[in-house]
């Protein structure tokens, strides 16, 4: 009998594509874990911010995240990150650590840990999860694996609005758009020219581009392709 596919669904792309709000929700549906795994990356970034390491002493970064107690709730409808013990879910999205997140997450060692952890998250009942390198380093063998995109102004727009894929941007000044726009800018060039796991799609992944569609046209998109893997 052939094995049962991994129970997995890998969401990858770039900061608002809408990943979060379609990645919840295709694990609602589904009754599935959701792994927020940029939320490990920012938990690492805090610790090593507030242990006061060098940003350029990998060793000192790895010394630090190999010490954190890094938890994330997978519970798609209550999103949470915990260090130590402490909810950080608020001060893990803020400038400081979202300034330091692309230093601490391209240091190797501290991929190799997160990425051992993400899978143990992630358990074997069946789970969502969103990131950069789900579908060619996280779980490689999910068989449903989409990357998802959106124009540079959408993300920009939505992520200055604190909206995600879906949800109309209105009455944001255009100068924190721009700025919003930059600092993506920065953070994709770093993400995706980073030597271990650079944002890249898999070469099996299922492209969609979210600047025109709602967050529940691509959730419905990634619900059928799940059917038609034999996972719902
Ligand atoms: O999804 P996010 O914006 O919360 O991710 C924060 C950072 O973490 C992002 O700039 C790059 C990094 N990241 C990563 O390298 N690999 C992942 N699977 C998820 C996030």
Redesign the pocket.
Known sequence: MPAAPTKVIAL?GP?GSG??TVARAVARELGWRYV????T??AATLAVLRAGTDLSDPEGIDAVVAGAAIEVSTDPAAAAVRLAGEDVSTVVRGPEV?AA??AV?AVPSV?TRLVAL?REFAGEAGAVL?????GTA?FPEAPVKVFLDASADVRAARRAGDTDAGVEVSGSASSTVAAVAADLAR?DR??SSRAT?P?QAAGDAVHLDSSTMDAQQVVDVVLDLARRAGLA
């Open positions: 990858d900061s990943k979060s927020d795994t940029g939320a990356y920012r979202t997140v692309s997450s991929r993400q969103e990131g950069r390198d789900i996280v953070r770093l993400d796991s944002l």
